[in-house]
């Protein structure tokens, strides 16, 4: 069995596409214990997640936290699930649907698009795969996470380096690092906040919520504390926001081990304690509605809270398919596949495919 995987039919008929793979964390298949269990296996064990010695952490993961999570966390999806399905592949979907036609629209390019999740289903390498078979000779990777992270970004593009070791034919990629401080990703943020308060009046306080990391990840260099904060420090300038009109915060804090702080849930509280009578909270890590965002803070932060006496919670819905944010991703894609992109494409397919009849002509010749 070869260790490379069959190649697509060439064709010369045909010109070679650029490909775009939108990467996002993923998602189980379904709100039950039987799915949400595979989807933890993979997720846990990824090493870039985990940093835990692997003989040690598995005897764990398998031992006690396969045999208690799945459950509880089924439970938390099914609060959340939709008739669609998950809102993290809802969405997503959704955003390469607009993205795919606001590129269609501004570039004369052929242009191929796919989905891929780190965990779960589609996967990265079925992304990629789809886009091989389109002919892609060229892929962008585009990881959805605004801030860069190893336990996010990094590993999005091992598995994605990991399918090419698999390929003959290995196709050009790039990669997008991050964009917490591109300047449509702010202004999409901005304008989802306005928009908000707008409708219900603008709030006492603003607590930014991003997910939460492990403290080591600080130290040891990765610099998704620093991304945070820019991102944080951009939208409330943006906004007009003082020192003390918002709060940035991390959630999602799991194990024993110290995490970036403060803890999202910590600040909940005290703002609750406060009297604080209207709390907005926005998660602007996150550009798609997930469980993160929708369980754990717009139900459990919300509880949290108000039983600690405050008065009314606001969850701002993530950029989902807000106009401002599928143009600046139409954007940021569009400048990472400059040079790829060239407006007299159709001529130089036509002078190609000229090339290639004529070679094979002569080939046809030259075999008689």
């Not at 996010?152 to 050009?172: E, V």
């Not at 607590?207 to 939460?212: E, I, K, Q, R, V």
């Not at 620093?226 to 003082?242: E, M, N, Q, S, V």
Request: glycine share 8%; net charge positive; proline share 6%.
């Amino acid at each position: 069995m070869s260790r490379f995987i069959t190649e697509p039919e060439f064709s010369h008929d045909h010109p070679a596409r650029i490909g775009v793979l939108l990467i996002n964390l993923g998602t189980p298949d379904a709100p039950t214990p039987a799915a949400v269990k595979p989807y933890l296996r993979q997720f846990l064990s990824d090493p870039r997640v985990v940093e835990i010695p692997r003989l040690i952490w598995q005897v764990i993961l398998r031992g006690i936290i396969l045999n208690v999570r799945p459950g509880k966390s089924a439970h938390k999806y099914a609060s959340i699930w939709s008739k669609e399905g998950s809102p993290l592949q809802v969405w997503t979907q959704k955003q390469l649907r607009l993205l795919k036609g606001y590129l269609g629209e501004r570039l004369n390019a052929p242009l191929s698009f796919a989905v891929g999740m780190r965990y779960g289903e589609p996967s990265i390498a079925a992304g990629l795969d789809t886009l091989k078979a389109a002919g892609c000779d060229r892929i962008l990777l585009m990881p959805l996470y605004p801030q860069y992270a190893a336990s996010t970004t990094a590993t999005a593009c091992d598995a994605a380096f990991a399918r090419l070791m698999r390929y003959r034919n290995q196709p050009a990629l790039r990669t997008v690092r991050s964009f917490h401080d591109h300047p449509g990703y702010i202004a999409a943020l901005v304008e989802q906040v306005r928009a908000h308060w707008a409708r219900e009046g603008r709030a006492d306080h603003l607590l930014m919520s991003f997910h939460g990391l492990p403290r080591y990840t600080l130290d040891k260099g990765d610099p998704y504390h620093c991304h945070c904060h820019k991102t944080a420090r951009l939208l409330a300038d943006a906004l007009g926001l003082g020192e003390g009109d918002y709060t940035l915060a991390f959630q999602s804090r799991f194990g024993k081990a110290e995490w970036l702080k403060p803890y999202t849930a910590d600040v909940l509280a005290k703002l609750g304690k406060a009297g604080v009578a209207r709390l907005d909270v926005i998660c602007p890590g996150f550009v798609a509605d997930c469980l993160e965002t929708l369980e754990e803070i717009a139900i459990e932060g919300k509880e949290t809270f108000l039983t600690a006496g405050g008065g009314s919670f606001r969850y701002i819905p993530c950029l989902n398919d807000q106009s401002a944010w599928i143009g600046a991703l139409a954007d940021l894609v569009e400048t990472e596949l400059s040079g790829w992109l060239a407006d007299d494409w159709q001529a130089e397919q036509a002078a190609g495919l000229a090339r290639e009849s004529r070679e094979r002509a002569r080939a046809r010749g030259a075999s008689k």
